[in-house]
Structure formats: C-alpha cells, structure tokens
T-cell receptor
Framework: GESVGLHLPTLSVQEGDNSIINCAYSNSASDYFIWYKQESGKGPQFIIDIRSNMDKRQGQRVTVLLNKTVKHLSLQIAATQPGDSAVYFCAENPYNQGGKLIFGQGTELSVKP | DTAVSQTPKYLVTQMGNDKSIKCEQNLGHDTMYWYKQDSKKFLKIMFSYNNKELIINETVPNRFSPKSPDKAHLNLHINSLELGDSAVYFC?????????????FGPGTRLTVT
C-alpha cells in the first residue's frame, strides 16, 4: 500500500549542531514532496518542498535532498536552534490524485541548549 | 488575519452524539481538505473539496459527512460518535487541487469522545 515512513521517531541534537531527518517513500507516482513542521498544539507548517525533477533544494537554514533511485528524502537543518524543536513530517503528493498528501509518521526533534 | 481557522479548538462529547467542526479560509483558495491526526501523530487525509465539489473521499465511515456551502468553508459533521473518533482534526486549503500546490493547515480541533 501507499506509505511514507521515517527512519527515526525521535532525534535529539545539541543547539548549533546540524540535524538530518530522513524519510522513505513508496509511491513512484509521487512528483512533489514536502516537509512540514508541527509545533505542540499547532497545525503543520510548510518548511520546504521539492519536485521530482530536482534532487536538492535549499531554503533558509534548511536543505531537502531527494533520491528517487532509492525513494529517499531528507531534511537538513543547519545550526539547529531551540525553536526548531517540533515534530517534522515528510509528505508525498502523488500525481493526479487531487492534491492528496500522504504523510509519514513524523520525527520528533529535540534541541538541547 | 488568520489564514485557515477552525472552530471549536476543543470538543469533548459522549459516544453516540452528533457534532460538527467548522473550517474557514480567507486565502481565496479553491481546494480544502480534512485530515485526521491520531494519538501517534499520524496524519491521514479524509476528504477534499474543490469549488464545493467532493474530489477525495478516503474510505471514511459514512458517519462523517463533509459539507462545503461555499469555497471558503468546509465543515465536518460526525454522526453517532465513537471512541475511535477521538483525534485531532485538521482543515487545510490550497490554491489548486493538483500536486505541487502548498497546503495551509488550520490550528486543529481536538475531539475527545468519552
């Protein structure tokens, strides 16, 4: 069946270190991938996205890497800050399915000061 | 200037009751969604509407009935509530209904069925 899974349910890093959150997806028809950040008591918030014709995209302190060969997605956060503590979800958007997002289970990132 | 709003934020009710959750977006988007987040934080799509037309229905029990009076609103009505309906329900909207459209999420409604 369709699934997007994350390798690590929790990740603890020291403030200032870089964080890497990984994700595996299974739907070859997906052509758009998104990382969301969800803080406690709030809705998911868009961080960065990448289309299937790209393998890397950079934002402010964040980079998303896409490896279609092994169906792997990662989110890199540079110089992690306490405000980055949240649950991070990857999501895939299969082509021609009306915008449906398939979410992974999430990785909880904890940043130690 | 809230983009996607939901009411209520918390809802506690007993099994067997009927309840509704409301969602409104002021972004001028054409497409709206309902997602359910369970106790393990797994998010799964339930419904999607585009310009008041249902386009996604993900094998949700027919006790759940979405209603879109206009493209800025998508409400969720739940009949005969069950314990397993306890979850956080998120509304979202996007400019279009295809892939590659960013979805904006509301703050969620935490439903507790006792």
């Amino acid at each position: 069946g369709e699934s997007v899974g994350l390798h690590l349910p929790t990740l603890s890093v020291q403030e200032g270190d870089n964080s890497i959150i990984n994700c595996a997806y299974s739907n070859s028809a997906s052509d758009y991938f998104i990382w969301y950040k969800q803080e406690s008591g709030k809705g998911p918030q868009f961080i960065i996205d990448i289309r299937s014709n790209m393998d890397k995209r950079q934002g402010q302190r964040v980079t998303v890497l896409l490896n279609k060969t092994v169906k792997h997605l990662s989110l890199q956060i540079a110089a992690t800050q306490p405000g980055d503590s949240a649950v991070y979800f990857c999501a895939e958007n299969p082509y021609n399915q009306g915008g449906k997002l398939i979410f992974g289970q999430g990785t909880e990132l904890s940043v130690k000061p | 200037d809230t983009a996607v709003s939901q009411t209520p934020k918390y809802l506690v009710t007993q099994m067997g009751n009927d309840k509704s959750i409301k969602c409104e977006q002021n972004l001028g988007h054409d497409t709206m969604y309902w997602y359910k987040q369970d106790s393990k934080k797994f998010l799964k799509i339930m419904f999607s509407y585009n310009n008041k037309e249902l386009i996604i229905n993900e094998t949700v029990p027919n006790r759940f009935s979405p209603k879109s009076p206009d493209k800025a609103h998508l409400n969720l009505h739940i009949n005969s509530l069950e314990l397993g309906d306890s979850a956080v329900y998120f509304c979202a909207s996007s400019r279009g209904r295809g892939s590659s459209y960013e979805q904006y999420f509301g703050p969620g409604t935490r439903l507790t069925v006792t």
